[in-house]
């Protein structure tokens, strides 16, 4: 570790902080264990070093490059061993995480395996940087489903030149699909009126192979309910609604390089709506991680921060496992399942009870000068109101 640290300038000389272990526990406590530069260099006396939150901050701002390091590291390690044969899911997805005030935003992609329950890729980048299916590893037996704001021949060629396989939801104009003879394909033509699912053979410009395109119609409440949200997107953004915009928001059309001798239409589906489980991923980093509550506006310091969270979701993605005991067994019964939501907040909480160090039992005096020392407020030249009660 501290041969990485060395690597990448984030430890080049020993200091007050003797190692890259206490220099990964800083990032750590600063990061998802949710203190201040204060409140890490008052938890690191003692432990890890006696130093101020000056010190802190400038030992953290030269961490990024070491943390994305081990982060990558980890997800290697955490590789998935699958049997054989198994279909192998990569749900894609980005989300974006914003700093306070005129901070910026940072992009987070992020590629997740529902059978394993936990991330296998992460990358955080600037928000300037768009979502494209390669941000993440691509894996020659990935079947990738993704969301409509990937729905690009860019894409596609990337997963396809990988030797991977990819579902993806699209709009009704997102793309110009063509018949397998050439001519244009109009999808409002093609929309079923059953409930049954249909699938057309359509070709991309600049894909090779044929791709499937597969429609179902909407449930009666699902139907209503996308209705009324394109219709109101369009009142508000100040656009007419184009009549064939509402009627494609009452299908569920997906696009698949799967040939149909592999999934049946159905089941091409039933796949991209796993697609959910990258949704609730993210909504435990920001929920129960506190990934989004991001406090420096500094772009080194925050690049650190944002890691430090990554490396703990790992971690903690891995113990939650081993909690829920995930994959769940086959013939196990529904309400024999233990919930990943809440095994995943128990497993946080174990690992920022190692990362953050309980006081003493008897703090002594010098102790407690310190920790004081490290909570002091700057010099100022009137009297708190605070203190002034205190000792009035």
Known sequence: MEASARLHKAFQRRGKVADAVGLLRLALMYGPGRLSLRGTAAAACGVVADMSDKAVEGRLRKAGDWLQYLLECLLRAQARLRPEGALALSLVDGSLISAPGSGGQWRLHASYDPGAGR???????????????????????????????????????????????????????????????????DIIQSLPDGAQPVEHSVRVGGVDQTLRLVIQRLPGETLARSQRRVAR?????????????SLAAGYLMVLTSLPASAQSAARVLELYRARWQVELSFKRLKTLGGIDALPSADPRLARTWLLAHLIVAVLTDELASQIVGFPPRKNAAAAQHASLWRAWARAHQILLHAIIPAPPRRPGRSYMRRIQRKLRNNPRQRKTQENGLRYA
């Open 119 to 185: 991330f296998t890729d992460l990358r955080l980048t600037p928000v300037s940087v768009s979502e494209a299916a390669n941000r993440t590893r691509l894996a020659g037996d990935d079947l990738l489903i993704m969301d409509r704001g990937y729905a690009r021949v860019r894409n596609f060629t990337a997963v396809l030149a990988s030797g991977g396989a990819f579902i993806t939801r699209l709009g009704w104009r997102s793309l110009a699909l063509k018949t397998e003879a050439g001519t244009a394909f």
């Open 233 to 245: 997107r369009s009142s508000r953004s100040g656009h007419q609604l184009d009549p064939r915009t």
